[in-house]
């Protein structure tokens, strides 16, 4: 699991927590829909982000008899689950509460402590979020491509989840704020309800589309196309290897590939090469005094080629791993 998920992590657990203290305060202070919404918003990130944090940890178990390949895949189902907890939590309860403010407005008070609650707010979310941000796209750079292209196609479900609520979060202070400011002015507590069902609904959104990408990777999804290109070039360009009749590859967790292809060898390679390194021909030739011992030979030199093409594999394997760090399961099957 990458580090800078587990910072991504903790650092958004800490910061919501006391964001969410923070907002609940301003809530009892003003009255305000935004804000309750807000609160409401930090504490359903807190939650969402433990259940990340469990999933961190559970995915790190080493594999045993009854999960032999490990935990790797159980990151997505805890990401998932945070992802449900955000629609029916964040936004489901967030919508209610905003439908019940504007059918009933009731005045706001102390508004300017509502504004100071969500700067404080703004200043730490927005502290979190740059760590997520930064965290990701030292993963993005790792396999070679885009901060934006690995948020779509990469395989850190933990990383992403904290970059979607923490980007939520800081553009949800904001919708706040733009709910009470457009209360204050107009003297209408419509505005902050209306503020506050953006807020829901933008939760929605980003459950959503968590949910959509922590499906994809359970079902099982294909790793950046950067990523499955590099590892194929480096079987076709080796010089044992005469064909591929299927390369796949497939995330398996934050942080690993699994990988499988049919092989067709070129036995004439192999063959030449554990040739010069086990025989002196000339030697070998001069030996050979009677049928037999052309017999022993041959039987020896095809048991050689087998231990020989094992080792091509093994070397293949590593060069996989060499060049994707991330390419820990690799399956190569002699066609």
Wanted: overall charge negative.
């Amino acid at each position: 699991m990458a580090g800078g998920s587990k910072t991504a992590v903790y650092t958004a657990i800490a910061a919501n927590s006391i964001v969410m203290v923070a907002k609940f305060v301003g809530f009892g202070l003003t009255g305000s829909g935004s804000m309750f919404s807000e609160g409401v918003h930090s504490l359903a990130d807190v939650g969402n982000q433990t259940l990340l944090a469990v999933g961190l940890k559970r995915a790190e178990l080493p594999a045993d008899e009854q999960h032999p390949f490990g935990y790797r895949r159980e990151a997505p189902i805890w990401a998932l689950i945070s992802a449900v907890g955000i629609f029916f939590l964040g936004c489901g309860f967030t919508v209610y509460h905003s439908v019940h403010a504007f059918l009933h407005p009731e005045p706001m008070v102390s508004p300017n402590t509502a504004f100071a609650v969500l700067a404080f707010a703004f200043v730490v979310e927005g502290g979190a979020l740059a760590i997520a941000v930064r965290a990701l796209r030292k993963e993005a750079a790792k396999d070679g491509i885009t901060l934006a292209a690995y948020i779509r196609e990469g395989d850190d479900p933990m990383g992403t989840a904290v970059l979607a609520e923490d980007s939520a979060a800081v553009f949800g202070v904001l919708l706040a704020m733009a709910g009470i400011g457009m209360a204050q002015l107009t003297g209408d507590p419509r505005w902050d309800a209306a503020g506050s069902l953006l807020i829901g609904l933008l939760l929605g959104g980003i459950a959503i589309y968590l949910i959509k990408m922590n499906r994809s990777l359970l079902i099982g999804k294909a790793p950046p196309k950067q990523v499955h290109d590099r590892l194929k070039q480096v079987l076709a360009d080796d010089p044992v290897v005469e064909s591929l009749s299927t390369f796949k590859t497939v995330v398996f967790g934050s942080d690993a590939v699994r990988l499988s292809a049919e092989v067709e060898f070129h036995g004439e390679a192999i063959a030449a090469r554990h040739l010069a390194a086990a025989y002196d021909l000339e030697q070998t030739w001069a030996s050979l005094e009677k049928a037999e011992d052309l017999e022993d030979l041959l039987l020896k030199f095809g048991d050689g080629v087998v231990e020989a093409l094992g080792d091509e594999v093994d070397r293949l394997e590593q060069a996989l791993r060499e060049a994707d760090p991330d390419a820990r399961l690799v399956d190569l099957e002699v066609n």
